[in-house]
């Protein structure tokens, strides 16, 4: 990759509340920045394709791959050397509790992971972006290129790293996330185009973007991206209410993020309660005679379990008795089945017009009105 040591730095956009562009060299402008200020970055790197000539489809028309200046390399040591100075860089804005994401193909990730963990850096995941749509292998030489991968690590071992465990298992069905990404390639209208032809090869989806950023930051955290592109991490970011550092070496790159970023609407402050799952260890604790004061439930109201096997009365303080035991909802709950412990919001029901409806529904209302 040809870089000048006279590359200029230049501010594309001056810092602001909702985050700013640099254009420059990524490693220069990152050692320019304030030690331990950002809270995640996100990195799409050159991915020194190994290209051997032109690719064409079966009628003979090229297909459109990533033959930039940015990608190309003299060899694998200089593209080591490139990568162990913009990670080092990364390493060194990066708050202690921060993190990186970095997204690679097979030409690339594992030399990309090799450095990682000699610079400190601590694996969290690796993550299979399983591509939806992926594009054919049209020689049918080798298989179908249909995934790609991002490594998630923290700055170092002891990093006191951010994960929205409940956000990702919100968004899975109340299940948990898997390693294992399904989502299309970017597309459509999302494609940004310019005199009719791509205007980035390698854009990335937005939604890839969005599971990324609330996966691993919080409302009014900066995520910074040394590989700005066209835009989309600081896209996605400003929609999710978080600030953004783009740090992009093509001017024309710089001019189409910068238009793309204006027509998005920042969040107002009320709508930046949506953005944020807090984890349930931090919601406020309701103990289950609040339902009770708050006329939800009334004394003598019968609980049952989901399958109606067991039963017990509500008491006015907030405790339970069944045939044979009197204690709290989760004391109650064990005792009848026999079980060292049991968590009672899960375990009880109350019946309303013929359905079992679980108590913990009473709870999470009270909890959105305490939020």
Same mark, same amino acid.
């Given at each position: 990759?040809? #870089?000048?040591?006279?590359?200029?730095?230049? +501010? =594309?956009?001056? %810092?602001?509340?909702e985050g700013m562009i640099l254009q420059g060299n990524c490693v220069d402008l990152m050692n320019g920045l304030p030690e331990a200020s950002v809270d995640l970055v996100f990195a799409d790197p050159p991915y020194n394709l190994q290209l051997e000539g032109n690719l064409l489809r079966p009628n003979n028309s090229r297909v459109d791959g990533v033959d930039n200046d940015w990608d190309q390399f003299d060899s694998f040591k200089a593209y080591d050397e490139y990568t162990f100075e913009w990670l080092k860089a990364a390493r060194r804005v990066l708050k202690p509790n921060g993190a990186l994401w970095v997204i690679g193909s097979y030409h690339n990730i594992y030399r990309v992971g090799a450095i990682l963990q000699d610079l400190g850096y601590w694996m969290l995941n690796d993550v299979v972006w399983r591509k939806t749509n992926p594009m054919p292998n049209f020689r049918g030489r080798r298989f179908t290129n249909a995934h790609e991968t991002l490594i998630w690590a923290a700055r170092d071992k002891d990093s006191r790293y951010l994960f929205n465990?409940? +956000?990702?298992?919100?968004m899975n069905d109340d299940l948990q996330m898997r390693s294992d990404w399904e989502? %299309?390639?970017? =597309?459509? #209208?999302?494609?940004?185009?310019k005199d009719g032809q791509k205007a980035h090869p390698t854009q990335k989806p937005e939604s890839l973007l969005y599971r990324v950023i609330l996966s691993s930051s919080e409302v009014g955290d900066t995520v910074l991206d040394p590989f700005f592109g066209t835009g989309t991490t600081g896209a996605v970011a400003k929609k999710m209410g978080r600030k953004y550092i783009g740090l992009e070496r093509e001017e024309e790159y710089v001019k189409i993020a910068r238009e793309r970023i204006k027509m998005v609407r920042e969040i107002s402050d009320e709508e930046k309660m949506l953005y944020s799952t807090p984890p349930k #260890?931090?919601? %406020? @604790?309701? %103990?289950?005679? @609040?339902?009770?004061e708050r006329g939800m439930l009334k004394p003598g109201t019968v609980l049952f379990d989901n399958r109606r096997r067991h039963k017990a009365k509500v008491r006015a303080d907030g405790s339970l008795i069944s045939a044979e035991f009197q204690g709290s909802i989760h004391q109650v709950g064990a005792q009848v089945q026999k079980a060292p412990a049991c968590n009672g919001w899960q375990f009880w029901n109350v019946e309303e017009a013929g359905e079992l409806v679980s108590i913990d529904i009473y709870r999470q209302k009270? @909890? +959105?009105e305490l939020h």
């Open positions: 990759m040809k #870089r000048s040591s006279g590359e200029k730095l230049m +501010a =594309t956009s001056k %810092p602001s509340d465990y409940e +956000a990702m298992k919100n989502l %299309p390639i970017c =597309t459509g #209208r999302e494609r940004l185009k #260890r931090n919601l %406020p @604790r309701i %103990p289950f005679g @609040r339902l009770l009270l @909890r +959105a």
